[in-house]
């Protein structure tokens, strides 16, 4: 990992930790506009999308152009095409927080059905999924990016949780079924971030060791 400090690697390492850093903040702050019904703050998290987009352009030149230039030795080759598969993971966290901004703007002003407990709990620990796999990314931490792979489990759990329980208020009032689909789509996002904050989990552990584990089925279940 000490060639990973070279010039040109250094700089796309900080366009990459740039992008991490914009995504959670974008789904904090999507899950803080719909608690808050702050169509402002929602509309801000639309409007950045672009910035996440115009990222993923930066890394994938940036990536290009290193391996064109220097043609890499075998483990920094592996640095470079990690790297671009995780900023296309970070793209589409973007694209799930812009959604949830979009639905928090639509439900803005609309009584709550229950308490915006579940929800900010889910997007807290996705956040903290993401953060978690870039540090891996920085320190080769394999054993953190597998509690990280680990931990998918919980989030999955939690949404199909509150989907019986939005199911339930469908069934028991129609008027809240309009309300109950947009939490159910709020909180699919929510577990397809966490889902891309795995597939960074992954990716750091192949960077680490060489070792291929996405389909590692007793990695997800924390079974040695």
Do not use: W
């Not at 790297?83 to 793209?91: I, Q, V």
């Not at 989990?201 to 990695?219: F, T």
């Amino acid at each position: 990992m000490k060639r990973f400090f070279d010039t040109e690697l250094e700089t796309f390492r900080t366009s990459l930790i740039k992008m991490g850093e914009t995504a959670i903040a974008q789904t904090q702050d999507a899950m803080k506009a719909l608690v808050d019904g702050d169509v402002g703050l929602a509309d801000r998290v639309v409007a950045r999308d672009d910035e996440l987009d115009q990222l993923e352009v930066k890394i994938d030149e940036e990536a290009i152009r290193y391996m064109n230039l220097r043609a890499p030795i075998a483990s920094d080759l592996r640095l470079v095409i990690v790297g671009m598969k995780a900023s296309h993971d970070l793209e589409r966290v973007g694209d799930e927080a812009t959604g949830i901004a979009k639905r928090a703007v639509r439900l803005a002003g609309e009584p709550p059905l229950k308490p915006y407990v579940d929800l900010p709990r889910m997007a807290n620990m996705a956040a903290q999924m993401l953060r978690d796999a870039l540090e891996c990314f920085l320190n080769g931490d394999a054993a953190k990016a597998e509690a990280v792979i680990r931990r998918d489990g919980e989030v999955d759990a939690l949404n199909k949780q509150l989907y019986r329980e939005l199911t339930s208020f469908m069934l028991e009032s129609p008027g809240t079924i309009s309300r109950a689909i947009e939490l159910m789509f709020i909180s699919k996002s929510i577990e397809r971030i966490a889902d891309h904050a795995t597939n960074i989990a992954e990716e750091m552990i192949y960077l680490a060791k060489g070792k291929d584990v996405r389909h590692d089925q007793n990695l997800k279940k924390g079974v040695s």
